[in-house]
């Protein structure tokens, strides 16, 4: 049986459903993991200009959603191990850093 609602568009509608509850506390657990790129760059672009007077919250292993982020609060096995910017974490050089240049490498050399 076919999926009614296929590629990503359960979370693209459930997104959407929390937003426009107008909640003051949005809080998504890996909420593109099953869109393409090009729909995630357009939910995040959406979910940042929706949210300037929210606490939204992600739960992401895609990191590509921690670059807007006001605060990042780096988990490993339980455990904060850092916070900061966007812009912090990567000049600190340590396991953000490292975990942004393996997934970056996919799209692009960043060695270059």
Not at 41 to 49: M, P
Not at 84 to 105: C, F, I, M, P, V
Request: some cysteine; aromatic content about 10%; glycine content about 4%.
């Amino acid at each position: 049986m076919a999926s009614i609602c296929p590629g990503g568009e359960k979370q693209k509608v459930a997104i959407a459903r929390s937003i426009y509850k107008n909640a003051s506390l949005l809080i998504f657990d890996e909420p593109t993991s099953a869109l393409d790129p090009y729909s995630e760059y357009n939910i995040y672009k959406q979910i940042h200009e929706l949210s300037h007077d929210k606490t939204v919250i992600f739960i992401s292993h895609r990191l590509s959603s921690c670059k807007f982020c006001d605060q990042i609060i780096l988990m490993d096995n339980g455990t904060i191990v850092d916070s900061g910017t966007h812009s912090e974490l990567l000049e600190r050089n340590l396991l953000y850093s490292s975990l942004w240049k393996a997934q970056a490498s996919y799209y692009v050399d960043v060695n270059e």
